[in-house]
């Protein structure tokens, strides 16, 4: 089958184009300016991308997958419609290429899916049952973010957001999960939900095809979840984190050491690289699951302390004269907070480089919180993009002096070079390309080394 898909650049598209090229497809697709970590894995599968959206669409397809991103009025939508060509959204290809006769285990919630889904998908590979997988990052581990696999199981990152502009149901009701992990549920989303309750009412729909003889998994100490159950639920859960009711929970010791508490008992203690109490309960998500799907949990242990982490989640870009540069995809308050928190005991200067792209950003949803969870940091330098629909300097006010914001990226580039020294962890958060200032940072940085 020849495919064209539309809008490939995005994290579950460039996933789709793999799993398709894996399948025998011929695949080619087009988008806007690509941005890491995708870019590169499209360059390294050596798919073809077009850049832009045109009314000429590559012709001899059979049939052309079209990403969410897009809607009425783009030039290549159009012309799919008016030339009555065959098409349809990416999850729907997803559910009837490859999902079908797998063991689906799907990861949803605001926070944590994609290292959730990712550490599962490590340890079924680690314990010999070769999973399939789609996530919407690159776990170093596997350094690629989709693939068939030959086990039974696929693990797959189950979106709230809505499928296509022609179908306006959340991503994840279409994957028809056997296990379903729940890590935590948050309003987010602003351009097509008007409040929690209204995901709420989506992560239910979800909950309705999970089947009886199926499994939730559940973070026992959300009270949005709780709610979402307590609306209905036909399928065995189990629960981790806090509670009476947790199976598996876990006590911080370190940033990146934690004890593991299975019913109550205290099992074995955890080593392994990611940091902060919100990874830990990402760990113990994936450990239940895997637990559930038949994995000795101490196997499952022994796996976890081998996990590399996901590209652009906390991880290390480049260290150089001193400073540690970070990317981070943070582009919630929570998410935020969470990774201020977890670089909290290395006693180093946090410095925010913060680009607030995402659509709820953009409008202002979380003005109110996005101070507070910007407060632990020691310095915040902030992109004023010319689409935003609030003014940083007087929402983010609380900040103080540690403060700085510009509406030009080299102007902030160079605000950012001003400030940091030796000793600073700087943390670059944004979920795209952010003008390409990482890279930028990351080469003046190194400029910095002795020797260089």
């Known amino acids: 089958m020849k495919i064209h898909i539309l809008a490939i650049g995005g994290t579950f598209m460039a996933g789709v184009a793999l799993l398709a090229r894996e399948l025998g497809d011929k695949v080619s697709g087009c988008d806007g300016p690509l941005y890491p970590p995708m870019s590169e894995v499209l360059a390294e599968m050596r798919i073809p991308v077009t850049e832009g959206y045109a009314r000429e669409l590559p012709g001899g397809c059979d049939r052309y997958v079209i990403g969410n991103a897009l809607s009425r009025g783009n030039p290549a939508v159009e012309t ?168 598996l929970s876990g006590q911080l010791i370190t940033p990146s050491r934690f004890e593991l508490w299975v019913d109550g008992k205290p099992m074995t203690t955890v080593n392994w690289s990611m940091r902060g109490g919100h990874n830990m309960d990402n760990a113990l998500a994936a450990l239940t699951a895997a637990e559930a799907v038949g994995v000795p949990l101490e196997e499952a242990v022994d796996a976890l302390e081998t996990f590399r982490g996901v590209r652009r989640r906390l991880s290390l870009r480049a260290e150089a004269a001193g400073v540690r540069l970070y990317d981070d995809f943070a582009h919630h308050p929570t998410a935020i907070a969470r990774t201020l928190e977890g670089l909290a005991e290395t006693g180093r200067r946090r410095v925010v480089v913060f680009e607030p792209r995402s659509r709820s950003m953009r409008e202002g949803a979380h003005g109110a919180v996005l101070a507070e969870a910007l407060a632990g940091a020691d310095r915040v330098f902030v992109f004023r993009r010319s689409d935003l629909a609030w003014d940083p300097l007087r929402d983010l006010a609380d900040l103080g002096p540690r403060l700085s914001v510009a509406g030009d990226s080299d102007e902030l580039l160079a605000d950012v070079l001003r400030d940091i020294q030796a000793g600073d962890d700087v943390i670059i958060m944004s979920n795209g390309g952010f003008e390409g200032l990482p890279a930028r940072l990351e080469a003046a940085v190194k400029a910095r080394e002795p020797g260089v």
């Open 80 to 247: 799919v419609l008016d030339r009555g060509l065959d098409y349809v959204s990416g999850p729907q290809f997803v559910a009837e290429r490859i999902l079908r006769d797998r063991h689906v285990i799907a990861v949803a919630g605001t926070h944590g899916k994609t290292t959730t889904t990712s550490i599962i998908a490590w340890i079924l590979e680690a314990t010999g049952r070769e999973p399939g997988f789609l996530i919407g990052g690159v776990p170093d581990n596997f350094n690629i973010s989709a693939r068939l696999g030959t086990g039974s199981h696929f693990v797959i990152e189950a979106d709230e957001y809505d499928t296509a502009f022609f179908d306006k149901r959340a991503k994840f009701v279409h994957y028809r999960a056997r296990t379903l992990v729940l890590n935590n549920l948050e309003y987010d989303h602003a351009d097509i939900y008007p409040d929690l309750a209204a995901i709420e009412r989506q992560f239910h729909h979800l909950v309705r095809t999970v089947p009886g003889s199926g499994r939730i998994i559940v973070n026992g100490g959300d009270t949005a979840l709780a709610r979402v159950l307590k609306a209905g639920c036909w399928t065995p859960v189990e629960r981790f984190g806090i509670g009476p009711e947790a199976h």
